[in-house]
């Protein structure tokens, strides 16, 4: 008995066409939101997007990393503090990662996304 998928062979490779521009840029592709699968809400558990350490643990800050450089892709570094919580506010970034990146000081500029995790005190080095 064959296991998986129920679907006949076209639809399979017609979801998977569909599917292709998510998968490569990482964000909706479509041109009316109402195509777009229902996105992630803030209260969603984290695990499924691949944290799973906690606040104050060692993965701390490279799950942070890894969250800033998905809202940051393609985004022109260098950067200062109100380019990035612009950046975060226009790509409907959660509260909390506004408010992490609203502590940067202002005057300083910013390179990269390791920079900014820096800067917050925060190291993923040992």
């Known amino acids: 008995m064959e296991r998986g998928n129920r679907l006949n062979v076209h639809k ?3 979801m998977k066409h569909e599917l292709q521009g998510l998968l490569r840029s990482g964000h909706p ?22 944290r ?9 800050a490279e799950a942070l990393r890894y969250e800033l450089a998905r809202y940051f892709a393609r985004t022109p570094f260098p950067a200062k503090r109100r380019e990035l919580v612009h950046t975060l506010q226009e790509r409907n970034a959660p509260d909390r990662l506004v408010e992490i ?11 990269n996304v390791q ?12």
């Not at 799973?52 to 701390?60: H, T």
């Not at 920079?115 to 040992?126: F, Y």
Request: a negative charge; glycine letters at 10%; hydrophobic letters at 30%.
């Open 12 to 14: 399979d490779d017609e």
């Open 29 to 50: 592709t479509r041109s009316e939101e109402w195509h777009d699968p229902e996105p992630a809400a803030d209260d969603d558990p984290e695990v499924a997007a691949g």
């Open 52 to 60: 799973v350490a906690g606040l104050g643990s060692p993965g701390d």
């Open 101 to 111: 990146v609203g502590h940067l000081p202002p005057q300083d500029t910013y390179s």
């Open 115 to 126: 920079e900014v995790v820096t800067a917050l005190g925060r190291s993923t080095r040992a």
